[in-house]
């Protein structure tokens, strides 16, 4: 059984950062890709940011710039370091991980999803 399990969110002012952690478990974690969405109040779900099963990334326009993606294979773990927070990046955030590896920014093209993690950012 696949579980992700996401943690660090919490409340952080406008402008500071936060970092993600997204630990996955039963299943080779070096083949799959692995992608953060969020998804804020009455809204659907957005496309952060993926890393490919090769390193490749991907953003979403909102963030490009302030939130970096990165995996550490040896621990079966993907992190979202965000900097420069915004009161719009205030949302739940989620982990996906999809099996071939292809890192694609659509929600629905996952296969596992973590519970979330609540962010919130305020002045």
């Known amino acids: 059984q696949v579980q992700l399990v996401e943690s660090g969110g919490g409340a952080v002012q406008i402008g500071g950062s936060l970092t993600l952690s997204c630990a996955v478990s039963?299943?080779?974690?070096?083949?799959?890709?692995m992608g953060w969405f969020r998804r804020a109040p009455e809204k659907d779900h957005e496309f952060v940011a993926v890393?490919?099963?090769?390193?490749?990334?991907y953003y979403g326009d909102s963030v490009k710039g302030r939130f970096t993606i990165s995996r550490d294979n040896a621990k079966n773990t993907v992190y979202l370091q965000m900097n420069s927070l915004k009161e719009d990046d205030t949302a739940v955030y989620y982990c996906?991980?999809?099996?071939?590896?292809?890192?694609?920014?659509?929600?629905?093209?996952?296969?596992?999803w973590g519970q979330g993690t609540p962010v919130t950012v305020s002045s």
């Open positions: 996906a991980a999809r099996g071939d590896g292809r890192p694609y920014s659509l929600p629905f093209l996952y296969d596992y």
């Open positions: 890393i490919g099963s090769s390193g490749v990334t």
């Open positions: 039963g299943r080779t974690f070096s083949n799959v890709a």
